[in-house]
Every structure is written in structure tokens, then in C-alpha cells.
């Protein structure tokens, strides 16, 4: 299986992958939380709140979101952790709307930001956030090392990056049933809900690609985090990385 998660891209081999995601992203914008809830079963949430948790230690006042898309991380880490800011950045627009318009119904604008920007290139100086959270983002990254060492950049010495991706199960038959269930269910859901049938093709794909667990701590490691915590979840099916600045 290939470590190049960068090589996967979502419509075409041509042109850059970045530009692409987030071309996909604002597609399928208005149906992304409805999908990402219907195919996960709802157990995404409980992803992202044993994520979050993982930083209550830490007691971090600043937080910074990448890949924030939706807004749904940055909401459920301020619920949970109550911090003073959260910043979130996202390369598509069409998902920064739908996370605006939470934030505002919900009246948390003075506590919660949302702005576009590139993840591999952020907008910030070094070592201004106690912490980094990143949910099903890493993937998309079009250089991956670039984006974990530019996410190291902005953490504050002792500060930790938290990080949640999908994983390939390899046990038997759960890696059977996860290989039918998102090269072949996934895709027919995406076409019925999103009209973007390429945009739910491209996640099975990039999943495959992705160096995960002990390879995705040493790309950690490699970049100049100190440490890498790997806990798989509900099978092996999605992991959380805690990262030690």
C-alpha cells in the first residue's frame, strides 16, 4: 500500500490537489454534516468529543482549528474545554459559511473565528496557540509533512496538537466489511445526497493512501514533535494522534 496520500486527489491527476480539495469541499458544502452523520453512524461525535477530552489536561486558552470546514470541532472543543479563542481556518469558503452561520445562530462570535487560509502555510506566528486540533483534515493535506511541521510552528513549547483521521482496519472481517462499506456504500450515498459522485469516491481512496498509525507518529516525530500517542477507535476504523510540542 502506497504512503503517499498527496498522489490521491479528488477529480483529476492534473493540476495541484489543493485546489482541488477545495473545489470539492465547497460542492459538497451544504450536505457534508447530513453525509458525514449518515455514514459514520453518528460515532463521529463521539470521535470528536474523546478528542477533544484528550486536551483537558492541558487547559488550553487558545486553540486553533485547521481544515475547520463546518465548524463542528471548534464548537464541541469550546463546549468541553472552555477556552478564551478559537480560531479555525479552512481552504474552502463554502464550508467556512456553513460554520459562520452556527457560530452566529449559536452567538459565539466573540469566542469563535473562522477564517480561509491555507493549512500548509498558516496566517500565524510561531508558537501562539496552546494547542492544534485537526478532524479528518490531515488526508487532504497536499504535503502532508509540510502541514504537520507548519502545525508545529504555531503550538507553544509543552503544547500538544490533536489530531483525528480515518484509519484502515486489519483485522479480520472488520477490514473486509470497512472496504465494502466505503468503496461501495459510501460512494452510492454521496451520489444520492451530494450530486458529487467523484467527491465520495475520493474518500475511500485517500483512507487507503494514508500512512496511519505507527507510520503517520513517524512523520510526527520526523517534523519535530517530541511524541506521538496513537489510539485507534471503534475497530481501528479512525485513530487519534496526540502530538507533544
Known amino acids: 500500500m502506497a504512503n503517499d496520500a498527496s498522489s490521491v486527489k479528488p477529480y483529476s491527476q492534473e493540476g495541484g490537489k489543493k485546489e482541488q480539495v477545495a473545489d470539492m469541499f465547497n460542492n459538497i458544502s451544504g450536505t457534508y454534516d447530513l453525509l458525514n452523520r449518515f455514514m459514520t453512524l453518528g460515532i463521529d461525535t463521539i470521535w470528536r468529543k474523546k478528542a477533544i477530552r484528550a486536551l483537558r489536561p492541558l487547559k488550553p486558552q487558545y486553540i486553533l482549528d485547521v481544515a475547520t470546514g463546518t465548524g463542528d470541532f471548534a464548537l464541541e472543543s469550546l463546549h468541553i474545554l472552555n477556552p478564551k479563542k478559537i480560531i479555525g481556518v479552512d481552504i474552502s469558503e463554502g464550508m467556512l459559511r456553513v460554520a459562520r452561520d452556527k457560530i452566529e445562530k449559536k452567538g459565539l462570535q466573540d469566542r469563535?473565528?473562522?477564517?480561509?487560509?491555507?493549512?500548509?502555510?498558516?496566517?500565524?506566528?510561531?508558537?501562539?496557540?496552546?494547542?492544534?486540533?485537526?478532524?479528518f483534515g490531515v488526508r487532504n493535506f497536499e504535503d502532508l509533512e509540510k502541514g504537520l511541521r507548519d502545525i508545529r510552528r504555531v503550538i507553544r513549547p509543552g503544547g500538544k496538537a490533536i489530531i483525528l483521521e480515518l484509519s484502515n482496519p486489519s483485522a479480520f472481517p472488520i477490514k473486509q466489511l470497512f472496504n465494502f462499506y466505503f468503496n461501495k456504500i459510501t460512494p452510492a450515498m454521496g451520489r444520492l445526497i451530494s450530486k458529487d459522485n467523484r467527491a465520495y469516491r475520493y474518500l475511500p481512496?485517500?483512507?487507503?493512501?494514508?500512512?496511519?498509525?505507527?507510520?503517520?507518529?513517524?512523520?510526527?516525530?520526523?517534523?519535530?514533535?517530541?511524541?506521538?500517542?496513537?489510539?485507534?477507535?471503534?475497530?481501528?476504523?479512525?485513530?487519534?494522534?496526540e502530538c507533544l510540542r
Open 112 to 135: 469563535i473565528e473562522v477564517q480561509l487560509g491555507d493549512s500548509e502555510n498558516l496566517p500565524f506566528d510561531n508558537e501562539v496557540f496552546d494547542a492544534v486540533t485537526v478532524a
Open 205 to 241: 481512496e485517500s483512507v487507503a493512501k494514508f500512512p496511519d498509525g505507527s507510520r503517520f507518529a513517524e512523520i510526527t516525530k520526523r517534523v519535530g514533535f517530541t511524541d506521538c500517542r496513537v489510539r485507534p477507535q471503534t475497530f481501528g476504523f479512525c485513530t487519534i494522534y
